[in-house]
C-alpha cells in the first residue's frame, strides 16, 4: 500500500453515515480512483455533499477493488475536524493536498509547513 496523489481524480457517491464511500463512478472530464490511485492504496480526499455545508478532507484508503474510500484519518471537515455524517444527496469526492500537508515558500523564500529545520536543510541540499 503507497500513499499515491493524482490530479483529475473525482468521482460521485451517495452514501449516508460516517463510513466507508461506496464510489459512484468518475465525474465527465475526470478518472476514476481506481485509475489515478489505485487499488488498496491511500490518498488524501476531499467529499463536499453538493447544495450543503457537509464537507470533509483526509486520509482514505481504497479497498481491494477500488470500489469504497475508507476515511481513514479525518484532518479537517465541517464537523468540528472530526468525520461527518453525511446527509442523503450526491457527494463529490476527490483526490486532494491538504494545505496542512503541504511544504512551500512563501514570499521571501522561506519554508512554510516544513516539519522542521532538518526538512529546510535537506530540501536545500537537494535543490
Given at each position: 500500500?503507497?500513499?499515491?496523489?493524482?490530479?483529475?481524480?473525482?468521482?460521485?457517491?451517495?452514501?449516508?453515515?460516517?463510513?466507508?464511500?461506496?464510489?459512484?463512478?468518475?465525474?465527465?472530464?475526470?478518472?476514476?480512483?481506481?485509475?489515478?490511485?489505485?487499488?488498496?492504496?491511500?490518498?488524501?480526499?476531499?467529499?463536499?455533499?453538493?447544495?450543503?455545508?457537509?464537507?470533509?478532507?483526509?486520509?482514505?484508503?481504497?479497498?481491494?477493488?477500488?470500489?469504497?474510500?475508507?476515511r481513514t484519518t479525518p484532518i479537517s471537515s465541517s464537523n468540528s475536524d472530526a468525520a461527518v455524517n453525511f446527509t442523503s444527496g450526491t457527494k463529490d469526492v476527490f483526490c486532494t493536498l491538504p494545505a496542512s500537508k503541504s511544504v512551500y515558500l512563501d514570499a521571501s523564500g522561506n519554508t512554510v509547513n516544513a516539519a522542521g529545520q532538518g526538512f529546510a536543510i535537506a530540501m536545500a541540499v537537494a535543490l
Open positions: 500500500m503507497a500513499l499515491v496523489l493524482n490530479d483529475r481524480v473525482k468521482e460521485t457517491s451517495t452514501t449516508t453515515g460516517v463510513g466507508a464511500m461506496a464510489l459512484g463512478g468518475a465525474a465527465t472530464g475526470f478518472e476514476t480512483f481506481a485509475a489515478g490511485v489505485g487499488n488498496s492504496n491511500t490518498t488524501y480526499y476531499a467529499i463536499w455533499n453538493q447544495g450543503t455545508s457537509e464537507w470533509e478532507v483526509g486520509l482514505g484508503t481504497l479497498d481491494g477493488t477500488s470500489a469504497n474510500l475508507t
